[in-house]
């Protein structure tokens, strides 16, 4: 499963689809709301939030439907499902590896780009958190959305249909925490719920999409 998960980083890295694209397009997302809104700090103040955490989910899903498709298409991925290693090791490794490159760079990149949006250092520290204890859930998520559509030609756009509303009670959760944190209110039932939906994510979603895989794969 080590193993996977490295040949699985460095495919990532190498074709393109990792921490690089994704930055760069949460860069551009943050970068265009203040054109969109306005220039007045307090508004950008409050909409951080939920700029950044959407910016994050949209930037997580550029890569999402390379996360099967290039073993599936060099018949590698049959390899996979069919050797001693459990379809849902498959599944965890393949999401690691996205959150690896994806989901953690946009955690650690949320409060430099937070200074665009008058986003308070407290609040960057809570921003922080909340990405990294919810970007799990998002690229576990993406696996189980990837299996669904593997194997389907120009899958993209179906995938990222299938994906954005299981995205939905994360966004929620996740945004609150942050906006919570910035304004120096109590955020505990957040937080606790946040952590709830990634904690059964990572739980429960890799036996379904290895399910999925083995459906798809016969």
Avoid: Q
């Avoid at 909340?130 to 696996?143: E, R």
């Avoid at 995205?167 to 959760?173: A, D, E, N």
């Avoid at 209110?185 to 946040?194: H, I, K, Q, T, Y």
Wanted: glycine share 12%.
């Amino acid at each position: 499963m080590i193993a996977l998960l490295r040949r699985d980083l460095r495919l990532a890295i190498r074709a393109g689809g990792g921490f690089g694209l994704a930055l760069a397009f949460f860069l551009i997302v943050v970068v265009l709301v203040p054109f969109g809104v306005g220039a007045d700090m307090a508004v950008l103040g409050r909409v951080a939030a939920g700029v950044l955490w959407t910016g994050a989910i949209l930037a997580c899903l550029l890569s999402l439907d390379r996360m099967f498709a290039l073993d599936f298409e060099d018949g590698s991925l049959e390899l996979l499902v069919t050797s001693p290693l459990p379809t849902e090791g498959i599944v965890l490794a393949k999401a690691a590896a996205h959150w690896i490159t994806t989901g953690l760079p946009l955690s650690l990149a949320a409060p430099v780009l937070g200074i665009l949006l008058n986003l308070p250092p407290h609040g960057a520290v809570w921003m922080v958190i909340s990405l990294l204890v919810g970007t799990p859930a998002l690229s576990i998520i993406g696996a189980f959305g990837a299996a669904l559509t593997v194997g389907i030609k120009r899958g993209g756009l179906l995938l990222s249909i299938l994906v954005l509303p299981m995205y939905v009670p994360t966004l929620i959760f996740g945004a609150e925490v942050a906006r919570r944190g910035s304004e120096g209110v109590a955020l505990g039932s957040s937080l606790v719920m946040l952590c709830a939906i990634s904690l059964l994510a990572v739980g429960l979603l890799p036996f379904a999409a290895s399910k999925v895989l083995r459906i798809n794969l016969k």
